[in-house]
């Protein structure tokens, strides 16, 4: 009976595994500001079916602001899908801009506005903000 090809283990990737580690914290942080976003829109609105829900996400202006956080994290697990390494310098401009997303240098731009208001009134979106920027600030280990 012959044995199973076995592969070798992939070579560290520092910047691949931080991004991941990213990646992780921001998911996280986009999907607790959805849900902030989700009551106060029922709140006006009244009450939706997942289905009403996702279109109004999609669609309704009061959600534009939390569409870069969606594009980000589409592109983002689009380039991590592939086993090829990540093209030079991928890593950390996804990182830069998910740093951007969350500590802009415009505070006065909508998103940064509507992000800090929800940040303020929701200890949860608080705690997960700082987690995604510890995790930006760590840098790929070895890095």
């Known amino acids: 009976m012959t ?26 942080l986009h999907k607790a500001l959805i849900d902030a976003e989700r009551a106060a829109f029922e709140a006006d609105v009244g009450e939706q079916s ?12 009061f959600f534009a602001w939390l569409r ?18 990540l093209e030079p310098g991928a890593a950390k401009a ?6 951007a997303l969350v500590m802009p240098a415009d505070a006065e731009d909508e998103t940064a506005a509507r992000f800090a208001a929800i940040r303020a009134a929701d200890p949860g ?19």
């Open 94 to 99: 996804f990182v830069s801009e998910a740093a």
């Open 50 to 61: 997942s289905g009403q829900f996702l279109q109004a996400l999609i669609h309704e202006p």
């Open 3 to 28: 044995q199973p090809v076995r592969r070798p283990p992939p070579p560290p990737a520092p910047e691949r595994d931080h991004l991941k580690a990213v990646r992780l914290a921001l998911f996280r």
């Open 68 to 85: 870069p956080f969606s594009g980000l994290l589409v592109r983002i697990d689009e380039a991590l899908a592939t086993r090829e390494p």
């Open 125 to 143: 979106v608080a705690f997960l903000h700082a987690e995604l920027t510890r995790r930006i600030g760590e840098g790929p280990a070895g890095g």
